[in-house]
């Protein structure tokens, strides 16, 4: 079974940055690709930034593409997503996925996940 632990949500003014971190309790962490999606209130989930276990293949979202930075530490099972340039309509609960390692592939398809942590809050203020 697959566990995974979101953390360094927060408050952030608009221009400002966070990193997120996801802990993911694994045998093996080059056996799985992880995601980064949100949800804002009212809206569907949005896929936001993908990557391989090898951290050689990242995939985003054009409209994060530039801002948002997606990398892994598989020494600590962790993957992290860097956002700079918050704007106010980032604000959404971030969820960190994951699925099964599909060489030489990534997906943005949250149906594609089928392991999911419980979600931070990101807040930015205008």
């Known amino acids: 079974q697959v566990q995974l632990v979101e953390s360094g949500g927060g408050l952030v003014q608009a221009g400002g940055s966070l990193r997120l971190s996801c802990a993911a309790s694994?045998?093996?962490?080059?056996?799985?690709?992880m995601g980064w999606f949100r949800q804002a209130p009212g809206k569907e989930r949005e896929f936001v930034a993908a990557?391989?276990?090898?951290?050689?293949?990242?995939y985003y979202s054009d409209s994060m593409t530039g801002r948002f930075t997606i990398s892994g530490d598989n020494a600590k099972n962790t993957v992290y997503l860097q956002m700079n340039s918050l704007k106010s309509e980032d604000t959404a609960v971030y969820y960190c996925?994951?699925?099964?390692?599909?060489?030489?592939?990534?997906?943005?398809?949250?149906?594609?996940?089928?392991?999911w942590g419980q979600g931070t809050q990101v807040t930015v203020s205008s």
């Open positions: 996925a994951a699925r099964t390692y599909n060489p030489g592939t990534l997906y943005s398809l949250a149906r594609k996940y089928p392991y």
């Open positions: 990557i391989n276990w090898s951290g050689g293949l990242t």
């Open positions: 694994v045998r093996s962490f080059s056996n799985y690709d």
